[in-house]
């Protein structure tokens, strides 16, 4: 029963008629991992008793088609787009078809697209036949996409596949997975002589897409060749003796699968190893399958849980019977700590006065440390000038006009910040600045005496804007120069943040 739930159902469905789901017959095997439990055939309409946890089933399409080609995204939407205008160009299909794609950068701007297409009608009859209302069917890829997964868990070098059933006979070059020079043509069934001579022109054409470019590496012959399906008796013939590479990479993919030759039913045991994006399902039926995988183990680890959480509440019944007593006694402990708790509860005028604390502290981290405010000032300034006056407000309050005319003698003013600034703020009365009020922010007068010439005392007040800005903002400046005496007064009004200056 646990196999019959647990095993992965893999289904080769071949090519597709038009007939019933009745009347189709197809190819299974139940695995469990790599080891193979079942083995057998049925028609399609069989499929849903044969139980499993998945189901992947190969298909054969006869427009399949396989190809590389350039974009610029790797969007996959827009990269889907660029797809289809490739393929629609190339005139391969006449009808609706289905398109799935991997992008790959293939430099800083270009990126490599690997296509695999299918006609819309072979997808839609391998679709009718699957029990995907009642299974988990979670992949439906092409026979050579599964082939060329298979090979790939051999080898990652290019490797020449041919591959016959009944009637129709395939070759491609696979590499890492991927299919590339796809070629079929029709055979009698059961013709080992049609066979060979299949294979004669398979090899001549890949060796001549290969000198093109078409195919694996450029210029490089695929040295590797595996026969596969109804090919396996032409291995064996003297005839067709190839080298020890080839045998190795033959056993390498035989031995992947345990109570199967993967070598007669690649397109089978493959399916194992075909990446999600060749799957072509519709999106709601993966994500369907996807459900149904996260369901069952969901159910039985909630059953589970709901099996162990009812035997702990029955033990856990059983031994509270006996703890009535101990309940109790811990109780009155726990109200007995309360009561102690409730005691060392603060007097709530003690709890006031705290607050009260707190506040100040608060106000005082948001004032400015007048002593280190000056002594920054103080270092910062250039020798010779000296501090004549410096008065410190809080911010929105406004400070007292300083008078900006010397005392005696002939003197000039010159605002600094209109003739340093390179786009001077135009004049307004000092009454018409308005300074928002802001916690932590602080209004200064700062009164400074420069000695010397008129062009000296310029120079050190520029040089004064200059070294006080990074953390003082100057809100006006002006420059009085006294003729007379030879000095100069810079009067200033600044603002400091308490952050600065604590």
Same mark, same amino acid.
């Given at each position: 029963?646990?196999?019959?739930?647990?095993?992965?159902?893999?289904?080769?469905?071949?090519?597709?008629?038009?007939?019933?789901?009745?009347?189709?017959?197809?190819?299974?095997?139940?695995?469990?991992?790599?080891?193979?439990?079942?083995?057998?055939?049925?028609?399609?309409?069989?499929?849903?008793?044969?139980?499993?946890?998945?189901?992947?089933?190969?298909?054969?399409?006869?427009?399949?088609?396989?190809?590389?080609?350039?974009?610029?995204?790797?969007?996959?939407?827009?990269?889907?787009?660029?797809?289809?205008?490739?393929?629609?160009?190339?005139?391969?299909?006449?009808?609706?078809?289905?398109?799935?794609?991997?992008?790959?950068?293939?430099?800083?701007?270009?990126?490599?697209?690997?296509?695999?297409?299918?006609?819309?009608?072979?997808?839609?009859?391998?679709?009718?036949?699957?029990?995907?209302?009642?299974?988990?069917?979670?992949?439906?890829?092409?026979?050579?996409?599964?082939?060329?997964?298979?090979?790939?868990?051999?080898?990652?070098?290019?490797?020449?596949?041919?591959?016959?059933?009944?009637?129709?006979?395939?070759?491609?070059?696979?590499?890492?997975?991927?299919?590339?020079?796809?070629?079929?043509?029709?055979?009698?069934?059961?013709?080992?002589?049609?066979?060979?001579?299949?294979?004669?022109?398979?090899?001549?054409?890949?060796?001549?897409?290969?000198?093109?470019?078409?195919?694996?590496?450029?210029?490089?012959?695929?040295?590797?060749?595996?026969?596969?399906?109804?090919?396996?008796?032409?291995?064996?013939?003297? @005839? !067709?003796? =190839?080298?020890?590479?080839?045998?190795? $990479?033959?056993?390498?993919? +035989? *031995?992947?699968?345990? %109570? &199967?030759?993967?070598?007669?039913?690649?397109?089978?045991?493959?399916?194992?190893?075909?990446?999600?994006?060749?799957?072509?399902?519709?999106? @709601? !039926?993966? =994500?369907?399958?996807?459900?149904?995988? $996260?369901?069952?183990?969901? +159910? *039985?680890?909630?059953? %589970? &849980?709901?099996?162990?959480?009812?035997?702990?509440?029955?033990?856990?019944?059983?031994?509270?019977?006996?703890?009535?007593?101990?309940?109790?006694?811990?109780?009155?402990?726990?109200?007995?700590?309360?009561?102690?708790?409730?005691?060392?509860?603060?007097?709530?005028?003690?709890?006031?006065?705290?607050?009260?604390?707190?506040?100040?502290?608060?106000?005082?981290?948001?004032?400015?440390?007048?002593?280190?405010?000056?002594?920054?000032?103080?270092?910062?300034?250039?020798?010779?000038?000296?501090?004549?006056?410096?008065?410190?407000?809080?911010?929105?309050?406004?400070?007292?006009?300083?008078?900006?005319?010397?005392?005696?003698?002939?003197?000039?003013?010159?605002?600094?910040?209109?003739?340093?600034?390179?786009?001077?703020?135009?004049?307004?009365?000092?009454?018409?600045?308005?300074?928002?009020?802001?916690?932590?922010?602080?209004?200064?007068?700062?009164?400074?005496?420069?000695?010397?010439?008129?062009?000296?005392?310029?120079?050190?007040?520029?040089?004064?804007?200059?070294?006080?800005?990074?953390?003082?903002?100057?809100?006006?400046?002006?420059?009085?120069?006294?003729?007379?005496?030879?000095?100069?007064?810079?009067?200033?009004?600044?603002?400091?943040?308490?952050?600065?200056?604590?």
């Amino acid at each position: 029963m646990l196999k019959r739930l647990s095993g992965t159902v893999l289904v080769s469905a071949g090519e597709q008629g038009g007939e019933a789901p009745e009347a189709r017959r197809v190819r299974y095997a139940v695995m469990s991992g790599r080891k193979v439990e079942r083995r057998g055939e049925c028609a399609m309409s069989e499929l849903q008793r044969l139980g499993g946890w998945d189901l992947r089933a190969s298909f054969f399409s006869r427009g399949a088609y396989f190809e590389r080609t350039q974009a610029q995204t790797e969007n996959k939407r827009l990269a889907n787009v660029v797809a289809r205008r490739f393929i629609d160009g190339e005139m391969l299909f006449n009808e609706a078809y289905r398109l799935r794609l991997t992008t790959h950068l293939a430099g800083e701007h270009d990126v490599t697209l690997k296509l695999m297409a299918a006609a819309e009608i072979d997808c839609l009859r391998l679709e009718e036949g699957l029990p995907l209302p009642t299974r988990p069917v979670s992949l439906a890829a092409l026979e050579e996409a599964a082939i060329a997964a298979l090979i790939a868990k051999a080898t990652r070098e290019p490797v020449l596949a041919l591959f016959a059933r009944g009637e129709r006979f395939v070759s491609f070059v696979a590499e890492d997975g991927e299919v590339r020079q796809r070629r079929m043509e029709s055979l009698p069934a059961g013709d080992l002589d049609a066979a060979a001579a299949a294979v004669q022109r398979a090899e001549v054409m890949a060796a001549g897409g290969l000198a093109s470019g078409m195919g694996g590496q450029p210029g490089k012959e695929v040295a590797l060749r595996a026969y596969l399906g109804d090919l396996r008796p032409l291995a064996a013939q003297g @005839a !067709q003796a =190839r080298d020890y590479s080839s045998r190795e $990479v033959e056993k390498k993919i +035989a *031995a992947l699968i345990q %109570g &199967g030759d993967a070598l007669a039913e690649p397109e089978l045991y493959g399916l194992r190893y075909v990446r999600r994006a060749w799957n072509f399902l519709e999106d @709601a !039926q993966t =994500r369907k399958a996807i459900a149904w995988h $996260v369901a069952l183990p969901t +159910a *039985a680890v909630l059953l %589970g &849980g709901t099996l162990l959480f009812g035997l702990l509440f029955a033990l856990e019944a059983v031994q509270n019977a006996g703890r009535a007593g101990q309940v109790e006694q811990e109780r009155q402990k726990v109200l007995a700590e309360r009561d102690a708790l409730v005691k060392r509860v603060p007097d709530p005028r003690e709890l006031e006065r705290f607050k009260d604390f707190t506040e100040l502290l608060k106000r005082r981290s948001e004032q400015v440390r007048a002593d280190r405010l000056l002594a920054w000032i103080s270092r910062e300034l250039p020798g010779g000038i000296a501090i004549s006056s410096l008065q410190l407000y809080a911010q929105g309050d406004v400070p007292p006009e300083t008078k900006q005319q010397s005392a005696g003698g002939e003197s000039k003013g010159l605002d600094m910040l209109a003739r340093f600034m390179t786009s001077p703020p135009k004049e307004k009365p000092a009454q018409e600045v308005k300074v928002a009020a802001e916690p932590g922010v602080y209004t200064l007068s700062l009164e400074l005496t420069l000695p010397g010439s008129y062009d000296m005392v310029e120079r050190q007040a520029a040089e004064v804007i200059r070294r006080l800005s990074p953390k003082l903002g100057f809100v006006r400046a002006h420059l009085d120069f006294d003729a007379a005496r030879n000095r100069a007064r810079l009067i200033s009004q600044l603002t400091a943040r308490a952050e600065d200056f604590r």
